[in-house]
């Protein structure tokens, strides 16, 4: 497509010397600085011939040949061209390039900056945070600055598994492609190139030219956080994964806190658990528990080992240096039909993402569709947990929230067990991990700062933008590898030369009208102006008469009340978000010379409205819905901030 492109263009504007598309890549991997190095893999992704197999031309696992057998025998073995490969791209590249503008390079040394106002707050606080709004106010992060083992740039690295396998580090810089569709039997090989040179230049340094200062000096980065979804946590590190016996830390086994009756199991016939008495795992506990799994002689004696430590495999992150490195952590009801369909016209937007929309749906829009289709007991304990994850999903978080976050997640993995449980044997595999872990939530918090921070939500978008830039369906995976290299380079331009990044350079559709700051009515608009409601007429008077009392509109108004406005049916919000209403949510714009004026009417003839039980996972309205017309306000659009939902919902009495 780009060579038939650059033929057109050389034959109808008249230019001799159009780069070709290998100049072109050629060039702009000159500029960057940024290269994707190249690897052979098994054809059937078993392993990365890298490392340990960086030798072999066999697959171990499965035995296929890394090379194309036809051409090896066509060519009586002399050329061996590699059935697949997957490419990496050096993270000490594409941070050198982001010290290259002096504003970039500014925005570098935020955590810098960040750090010394962190411990400002603990001297004044006494050695107490207030608010957790960052990693960096965790204590793992605190604690190893004072340990003096971070004096500059924090990695964050990401890992989530999909058909196609891809890391990513902090900034979204594209880390490493593993082509699938198979998933990678020995994941550790794909992930050593990266590994290794990041392990490389935190021991050697990594050459820094600053612009914003024009000093060089050498960086070693430290690795701050590793995360990944459940099952990717368990190949990154080393554990035996959710289903294992010490899922939650680090055969299925279920973590029941209270022992049921008449229970007498060979190792779990312990007495009841104290969920405010566990304590988290410590890296001492690790390598006890590693070495004991390490010394196993025979197969058998492994597998009693993997049991009873959850430990499979020593983890990859080992071959960084201790002082270079910290923590790893993962992430992580019937139909109701016609309830949660009507919700879907008043919601602002809807993503592609399923989880989201899971999310959106369980702890979103759940209290008050489930309110009354549920027994109280068990509706009023699910908003309990509603009321914590909306705290604990926050992006800044009080001391004091968390602390009832913490109580709200305990109390309610205690009252699960008694609700559905109850102590039968029969009924301990409702309790999976996922509803342990949550006790250690508030911990995690403190040690790791807000969760959000470091959530698979990036990654998710990431996995989406670069599928979206497939442009070969017969070698989609080659092709993707090609697009994340591409994605690094680009990345690496915009940040040299901040002026190639037009992506915050919006314009606005065709008749939209712009109202400045970010704000903009969009289509669809009425072609004639119509007379409001004398309720209606009388908002917007008042609105006008409190913010230009010698505005020439209020000359417009009729002996009623009512004015001739014109509606439009969207609004472009400062954020980016399109507040598209429906009738009960209506958008007005009042025609005026007078700058600032445009207003939006909102009229809010519904509301959705919980009893206190609810634990306040829902808000009430500002305004009864009985109010009818009576009910409606004008406000300034540009006091809208974000665009939420008030869903409609009628609750039986």
Not at 315 to 321: A, E, H, R, V, Y
Not at 430 to 436: I, K, T
């Amino acid at each position: 497509m780009y060579e038939a492109a650059r033929e057109v263009l050389m034959e109808y504007k008249d230019i001799e010397d159009l780069p070709t598309l290998y100049q072109a890549k050629h060039t702009v991997e000159q500029l960057s600085g940024v290269s994707g190095m190249m690897h052979n893999m098994c054809f059937k992704s078993c392993v990365g011939f890298t490392g340990q197999f960086a030798h072999l031309e066999t697959c171990p696992i499965c035995g296929f040949s890394c090379y194309d057998q036809l051409i090896l025998a066509q060519s009586s073995g002399k050329k061996k061209v590699t059935r697949m490969q997957f490419p990496t791209v050096p993270i000490g590249l594409q941070l050198q390039a982001m010290f290259c503008d002096p504003q970039s390079a500014v925005e570098m040394q935020y955590q810098e900056a960040r750090t010394w106002k962190i411990f400002e707050e603990l001297e004044q606080n006494e050695g107490k945070v207030h608010v957790y709004d960052d990693f960096l106010d965790g204590s793992n992060y605190t604690d190893t600055v004072q340990e003096g083992k971070i004096k500059d740039t924090d990695i964050l690295y990401q890992c989530k598994e999909l058909d196609c396998w891809i890391a990513i580090w902090k900034h979204v810089l594209p880390g490493v492609v593993i082509p699938g569709p198979r998933k990678p039997q020995n994941l550790d090989s794909f992930l050593f190139p990266g590994f290794h040179h990041l392990a490389a230049i935190q021991q050697e340094g990594l050459k820094i030219w600053d612009a914003s200062h024009d000093i060089n000096y050498l960086s070693f980065p430290f690795l701050a956080l590793g995360t990944a979804d459940r099952p990717g946590l368990a190949y990154l590190n080393g554990f035996i994964g959710h289903h294992g016996k010490n899922g939650c830390c680090c055969s299925h086994y279920y973590p029941v806190l209270l022992k049921p009756h008449d229970y007498n199991v060979a190792g779990c016939s312990h007495p009841d658990i104290n969920v405010n008495d566990i304590q988290g795992a410590s890296a001492e506990m690790y390598w006890n528990n590693l070495i004991y799994v390490l010394q196993s002689s025979t197969k058998t004696e492994y597998k009693q080992c993997r049991l009873e430590t959850g430990i499979s495999k020593p983890s990859i992150f080992l071959g960084f240096p201790p002082e270079r490195m910290r923590a790893t952590r993962h992430e992580g009801i019937m139909s109701l039909g016609k309830d949660v369909a009507d919700t879907c016209p008043y919601l602002p937007g809807l993503s592609i993402v399923g989880t989201w929309e899971f999310w959106l749906f369980l702890y979103g829009l759940g209290p008050a569709v489930l309110y009354k289709c549920l027994p109280n007991d068990i509706w009023e304990h699910f908003c309990r947990l509603v009321h914590a994850v909306h705290i604990i999903s926050q992006h800044s978080i009080s001391h004091n929230e968390l602390c009832l976050a913490n109580r709200l997640f305990l109390d309610w993995s205690k009252e699960f067990e008694l609700i559905y449980v109850q102590r039968l044997a029969t009924h301990i595999h409702f309790v999976r991990q996922s509803v342990h872990a949550i006790d250690h939530y508030g911990n995690e918090v403190k040690t790791k700062g807000p969760l959000i921070c470091a959530s698979q939500w990036t990654m998710e978008c990431t996995i989406g933008n670069l599928v979206e830039e497939i442009q070969q369906p017969s070698n989609p995976y080659a092709n993707l590898g090609q697009c994340a290299i591409r994605r690094a380079q680009i990345n690496a331009l915009k940040s040299i030369i901040p002026s190639l990044d037009t992506s915050d350079t919006k314009c606005l559709p065709h008749f939209a009208k712009d109202l400045g700051s970010g704000y903009a009515l969009l289509k669809c608009q009425d072609r004639t102006s119509c007379t409001t409601t004398v309720h209606e007429g009388w908002a917007i008077q008042d609105y006008i008469e409190r913010a230009c009392s010698d505005s020439p509109i209020l000359q417009q108004f009729s002996h009623d009340g009512t004015i001739r406005v014109c509606w439009w049916a969207r609004l472009q919000l400062l954020n980016g978000q399109i507040a598209q209403l429906a009738k009960c949510n209506i958008i007005l714009s009042v025609v005026s010379t007078t700058p600032g004026l445009s207003k939006l009417l909102q009229s809010l003839n519904y509301s959705l409205s919980l009893t206190k039980n609810s634990f306040d996972s829902c808000i009430q309205p500002l305004y009864p819905a009985n109010l009818g017309d009576a009910g409606t306000i004008v406000v300034n659009v540009k006091s809208i901030h974000s665009v939420v939902a008030m869903v409609p919902h009628k609750l039986d009495d």
